[in-house]
């Protein structure tokens, strides 16, 4: 009976435990953190090479001169380039923007101009250009071809260039030694009902050199109105 009141008592004393301090907890399993930013192992993408080409200042002179004419004492009418009168002057780019064959009394010139005219016997000023007088019959095609080192008639065969100075100065007129070719492959004689100045037209080619320190020269093609100054 006594050992039956202490069984009774243990047991109740394990329960009181039981209750005071609750079931044991079961260990917690630690998960590894998880980072919010992962890093991305992104593939390179090959990409094709793009050429840019750098952007060259303009220069002041923008129209450059021709190449397929060479400076020489002695020019020929073979080593006329194709296409429209051009060349240089006084160390810089020169293209015409007009010629014109004038009959001045006894004189024959080629006029060869950087400036446009309204009329094809207009009257220029402040231009660069060159002026060409030589012995041709007039209404007949010919040749007249000079070297630098060549006898001429000044009266009658003599060329210059000019070219404005700016300011309150004048025109610079240049005269030096000299060479040219110039062929006249067309050369009508028609009256205008319009411009009684204009005789007829002229087709041909022409190429001048200028013994200065610039080694200056035009040359080119043209097809022109003949007048009388």
Known sequence: ????????????????????????????????????????????VDAEPVDVEPVAEEAADTVAAPTEFEWTEAPTLDMIPGGAVAGVINGKPFTAATVRLKQDDENTVLEITDASVDEPTGLVMSDTGVDLRFTLEPGQPGEFVVAKGDKKDFDREHTYYHYPQGGDKGPMSVNTDWGC???????????????????????????????????????GNFDCVYYTW
Not at 212 to 218: F, G, M, N, Y
């Open 1 to 44: 009976m006594m050992r039956t009141g202490l069984f009774t008592l243990l047991m109740l004393a394990l329960a009181s435990m039981f209750v005071l301090t609750g079931c044991p907890e079961a260990p917690t399993e630690q998960l590894p953190a998880v980072d919010p930013n992962p890093p991305v192992d992104a593939e390179p």
């Open 181 to 219: 070719a110039v062929q006249i492959t067309e050369w009508t004689l028609q009256a205008d009902e319009e411009d009684e100045d204009i005789l007829g037209n002229a087709k041909g080619k022409v190429v001048v050199i200028f013994n200065d320190d610039e080694k200056s020269w035009v040359a």
